[in-house]
């Protein structure tokens, strides 16, 4: 599949509906999947019964929508829950899970919120076996990884070269994220992953989700995309997107791939394979001219909250001058032998990094 044009604009609908505005199954399926969580922590016996007791701590709202207008399919779950035949007989003995029950319950039900659990749900078409599964994978990841307790410190070297970074957020208040090839900067695999991974966690934190804000929105931008990157670049988006999609799921609202070139056409060609249908259908490959002829009429964007470069308001976080000194800089420091730095970036970015850090936490939290 080749990257070509379509349209920017589209359903600028909110990301997931409240939990208070579930429809009866969903908020069922949201008990059930609370339960089982429950009975793997403590490695008791799921009990159907034992769960349909649950049902009653599910909003007055939902009985008051059975009595009202009754969806037969949706009272008939409900019935199953309450009769104890409930989708039991499809979930695994809760002895799979005994490593979960090992992790930090506390850390477990942090994460676990109402809307966590949707999200996986949701990933998984609502099969509660497919979605714990798929939770217990990323609870597993996470307590090896912690990738919630990155800190600036950790990615401050590459992130100083404005490779990837969050500035602003779009009209319904997703946390907006840039990426630029051309600044790619000098790291191992886990080095860069673990700089998305930081300003993935930032921006999750920014996203207020009673109010509909799961989301996040990426502009990518490929202007400058060089064949030496090509050569590097696959492993590390290989990375992101397995962590993207198996362990953030239900988070990415749309990522427009700005100026592809067609160098990138074969380095798209490798990564595809790895990118699976409904996040396709999130991308929006696009020239830079065009974004800035969209950008008016976009329902998604809002060119006071978009940066200058795209045809917005807001100044570039790192500027691409700023980012080729501090480049040229690692590259005179690796010449050099030395990890420091030289005198050269001491002029240029040495009073930067304090500022660069209070300006990427202020996007998201100012």
Not at 152 to 175: E, T
Request: proline fraction near 4%; include cysteine.
């Amino acid at each position: 599949m080749s990257p070509r044009d379509k349209s920017l604009i589209g359903a600028g609908r909110v990301d997931s509906p409240r939990v208070d505005d579930l429809v009866p199954e969903e908020a069922a399926a949201l008990v059930e999947m609370k339960y089982y969580l429950d009975c793997v922590l403590q490695q008791k016996t799921y009990s159907p019964r034992a769960c349909a007791s649950a049902v009653d701590a599910l909003p007055e709202v939902l009985e008051k929508e059975l009595t009202v207008s009754p969806d037969a399919s949706k009272a008939n779950h409900l019935h199953l829950l309450s009769s104890g035949g409930a989708s039991a007989k499809h979930l695994p003995d809760v002895t799979k899970f005994e490593d979960i029950a090992a992790i930090d319950h506390a850390y477990v039900r942090a994460f676990c919120d109402d809307y966590c659990l949707l999200r996986y749900l949701r990933a998984r078409e609502w099969n509660l076996e497919k979605a714990f599964t798929m939770l217990a994978e990323t609870l597993r990841w996470r307590w090896t990884k912690r990738p919630d307790q990155l800190k600036y410190g950790d990615v401050a070297k590459l992130a100083q070269a404005g490779s990837i970074y969050p500035n602003g957020f779009d009209k319904s208040g997703r946390p907006i994220m840039y990426m630029r090839a051309r600044r790619d900067p000098p790291g191992t695999t886990d080095e860069k992953l673990d700089q998305i991974l930081y300003t993935m966690e930032e921006g999750v934190r920014s996203m207020d989700a009673s109010k509909g804000v799961e989301k996040f929105v990426y502009i990518i931008d490929l202007a400058g995309f060089s064949v030496t990157q090509a050569g590097a670049d696959p492993k590390l988006a290989q990375a992101w997107i397995n962590v993207l999609q198996n362990h953030y799921p239900e988070r990415l609202k749309l990522v427009c791939v700005v100026d592809a070139g067609m160098i990138f056409t074969g380095f798209w060609n490798i990564i595809s394979y790895f990118i699976d249908t409904e996040t396709r259908k999130k991308m929006t490959f696009i020239s830079k001219a065009q974004f800035k002829k969209e950008l008016a009429t976009s329902d998604i964007f809002d060119a006071q909250h978009v940066e200058e470069g795209f045809g917005g308001e807001v100044p570039e976080l790192i500027t691409d001058d700023a980012s080729e000194k501090y480049l040229a800089s690692l590259k005179a420091a690796s010449k050099n032998g030395s990890g420091h730095g030289t005198s050269e970036k001491d002029k240029a970015i040495g009073s930067r990094t304090k500022s660069t850090k209070d300006r990427v936490l202020g996007s998201l939290f100012g």
